[in-house]
């Protein structure tokens, strides 16, 4: 069976440092795997995804996540980060043995002091 | 503007009252998904539709119906709700493609309190 884990509830960070926020997942074959932003009473916005290729995946808003097959990880990161930045993120993978069954995380809270 | 529209917003309502929240995309997407979003629990799916007149249980579909009768909408029924169906729920779409890879696309949310 599928699953992801976002072991952080929360990640807090100063504005202007570099950002981490952490996803592992377990699948039974191939990975596709997925970030996406929660903004306050909105709806979830892709940020970006991994499917094959490069292990580093840059995305929206400044966003890039790393592949990393031997940890089963898929961090998303950020040099540097802004105070907008401060969301609830979601980690999701899909295995490629499945048309439809997306798994998400529990999300994290990401805040960006000022 | 491409994008997925759900109604109500929001819904305050009783146990055992039926209610249809309705879900609408403009892009011509096959793929449509139904989740609900509770406190440290992320996403669960509740159903999805892969077309029209095609439609599964996803993770968590007790206590909710789905139809998918044309290819935009995708309305989430639940005919006799309870307490514990409040949570907020969001539609999705994606179209097929990308390897699997395809990117969903989410409507604004509803946000339901059963009393």
């Known amino acids: 069976a599928q699953s992801v884990a976002q072991p952080e509830d929360q990640v807090n960070v100063a504005e202007g440092n570099p950002l981490t926020v952490k996803c592992t997942y377990s699948v039974s074959g191939n990975p596709y795997l997925f970030w996406y932003v929660q903004y306050p009473n909105r709806g979830l916005q892709f940020l970006l995804k991994?499917?094959?290729?490069?292990?580093l995946v840059k995305g929206s808003y400044g966003f890039e996540a790393e592949f990393n097959k031997s940890q089963t990880s898929f961090h998303l990161k950020k040099p540097s980060a802004l105070v907008s930045d401060s969301a609830l993120y979601f980690c999701a993978v899909r295995d490629d043995s499945s048309a439809s069954k997306i798994i998400f995380g529990s999300g994290t809270r990401l805040s960006i002091r000022p | 503007e491409a994008q997925v529209t759900q109604n109500p917003r929001y819904l305050i309502t009783v146990t055992g009252k039926k209610l249809t929240v309705t879900c609408s995309q403009n892009m011509n997407h096959e793929y449509m998904s139904w989740y609900r979003q509770d406190p440290g629990l992320g996403l669960r799916q509740i159903y999805y539709s892969m077309n029209v007149e095609v439609t599964d249980k996803g993770d968590v579909p007790e206590g909710y119906k789905v139809s998918r009768k044309e290819k935009r909408n995708f309305p989430l029924i639940l005919e006799s709700p309870s307490p514990n169906q409040t949570s907020l729920y969001f539609c999705?779409?994606?179209?097929?493609?990308?390897?699997?890879?395809?990117?969903?696309?989410f409507g604004p949310g509803t946000r339901l309190l059963v009393l």
């Open positions: 991994y499917i094959t290729g490069d292990n």
């Open positions: 999705a779409s994606s179209t097929p493609g990308g390897g699997g890879g395809e990117t969903q696309y």
